[in-house]
């Protein structure tokens, strides 16, 4: 079965801990994403890769971090410099193939800080 | 400034009623306009538009772009509890490499 998964589906921290979630897909896609959503805000980029070892900040970066080692993987750190960080979390991917527009989706990792 | 804006950002319903999402958007080198349904959690793929005027439908659904008027609705014919979810609209701009760009989202409650 090709997908996305994301691991945990709740994850729950104490306030200054750093925490990773993880992301990993097998749909050989080049491209992926790390999302943020909150009630009535939509979904906010957080980080993209376009390729293995090259990632990009997006509109709402700060307080996070990345790394592509692998094609198949992407995890996210919620780092203690995030301010607000209990959100939904949301990783996505995508072909980097010409007209193949479609991000597809892993399940979320809802993540809750105290 | 927001470059997707949906409309209404909330909506209720009741059962067998027809709907009609809004999206409009602001991008420069438009490439293509994506639907979305999210329900719980991940949100599923429903239409993808890249040409004016031409009408895409699945079932109950359909949606069409107006790439002079930058804008893209989604219609829902008689609608079920089981629409009831967020929807989300999302443009992709430039070369085809970068990111989707998300609206908010319209939260539609259809009641029985």
């Known amino acids: 079965d090709g997908g996305i998964t994301q691991s945990p589906k709740y994850l729950f921290r104490k306030e200054g801990q750093n925490v990773t979630l993880s992301c990993e897909q097998n749909?050989?896609?080049?491209?992926m994403y790390w999302y943020r959503q909150d009630p009535g805000q939509g979904l906010r980029l957080i980080y993209y890769s376009q390729i293995v070892n090259d990632f990009q900040k997006g509109d709402i970066a700060e307080g996070y971090s990345v790394s592509r080692e692998k094609k198949e993987s992407f995890p996210l750190t919620v780092t203690s410099a995030q301010k607000n960080p209990t959100a939904f979390y949301l990783c996505a991917s995508r072909s980097t193939h010409t007209g193949i527009y479609e991000q597809y989706f892993g399940p979320g990792t809802r993540l809750t800080v105290t | 400034e927001d470059k997707v804006v949906q409309s209404p950002l909330s909506l209720v319903v009741h059962e067998g009623d027809t709907v009609t999402l809004n999206c409009s958007y602001e991008?420069?080198?438009?490439?293509?306009l994506l639907w979305y349904k999210q329900e719980k959690k991940a949100p599923t793929f429903l239409f993808m538009l890249?040409?004016?005027?031409i009408e895409k439908k699945s079932g109950r659904l359909s949606s069409i772009l107006d790439k002079k008027e930058l804008f893209s609705i989604l219609n829902i014919t008689a609608t079920q509890t089981g629409d009831s979810a967020v929807y989300l609209c999302?443009?992709?701009?430039?070369?085809?490499?970068?990111?989707?760009?998300f609206g908010k989202g319209t939260r539609l409650s259809v009641i029985a």
């Open positions: 991008v420069t080198n438009f490439r293509s």
């Open positions: 749909l050989n896609h080049d491209a």
């Open positions: 890249t040409s004016s005027g």
């Open positions: 999302a443009v992709l701009e430039n070369s085809g490499n970068t990111p989707l760009v």
